[in-house]
């Protein structure tokens, strides 16, 4: 896919200060914060496009487990476990970019920039470089001091629309937020593992041409992957809920997105307005990157994004 991805930019009436973070915040410490993560980004990009939704799962699960305070980043060691053996985390990817933006912050501005802002910006510019909104995102966050992979409890893919608005809801996000944070599903692939209960017995929700592409496809590998969007999968646009409102969606919570009462008529309004969709993201990603923020002394700036700073030797 060409690197060069053309894309339009949104601008959103958003509010500059979303508890104690800041847009700006790094202005006066680290002016360049955002462009040299922005840089990193885009040379990870124009190798992989498939990082914009490496980036949009990774912050996903970042915020629903105690919070956006980048504890997934956190390697396991000999004495202690972390988030990242969790089930739901094995597939998590883009640990190595996000590392390299760490190595060039502490070079120009050691000890300032969080992980957890790290990742929030990173995702933010994976979206707008695979032709979402470009929305201005606050920065402050702090680094969290625990990882455990005990406290990793997401929503998985074949939950029911019930249960993924109840795990939205204890975050203080409504059903509107969901279903448009679900369309980050407009960009990257699921292993077959993750939808393969969809197949014995063949389930009446999925239209039969793709029932039929996707078996002969899993067959022969379950790790094997399938893109989420079959239309456009490197580019985030509305697709997606287009594509469910047709049976079309690999997930089985997308094709329930479309089918179920209390959201069917947000997908049908998503799948015929892409620019009220890019909108609805922006403020959503927002305010998923509000959740349960570390700020001022609490946490700590982690020197290197995949340990704790010696500093805090111990405490897990």
Known sequence: M??????LIFFFVLPLVLADLQVGFYDSTCPQAESIVQQVVQIAFSKDPSITAAFLRMHFHDCFVRGCDASI???????????????????VRGYNVID???????AACPLTVSC????????????ALAGGPNYTVPT?????LVSNPDDVNLPGPGISVSGALSSFTDKGMDINEMVTLLGAHTVGFAHCFFFSDRFSPPDPSMDPTLFAKLNKTCAK????TVF???????????????????????LQIDQELALDNSTASIVSGFA??????????AKAMVKLGSIEVLVGNAGEIRKSCSAFNKKKKGVF
């Open 2 to 7: 060409n690197s060069a991805v053309s894309f």
């Open 116 to 127: 957890a802002d790290i990742i929030t910006l990173a995702t933010r510019d994976g979206v």
């Open 221 to 224: 590998k379950a790790s094997a």
């Open 100 to 106: 390299k933006a760490k190595k060039s912050l502490e």
């Open 73 to 91: 980043l956190i390697d396991p060691t000999k004495n202690n476990s972390s988030e990242k053996v969790a089930g739901p985390n094995q597939t």
């Open 228 to 250: 989420l969007d079959q239309s456009t999968a490197f580019t985030f646009d509305n697709q997606f809920y287009n594509q469910i409102l047709l049976k079309k969606g690999i």
């Open 272 to 281: 015929s307005n892409g620019i009220g969709f890019q909108d609805s993201f």
């Open 140 to 144: 402050g966050r702090r680094d969290g």
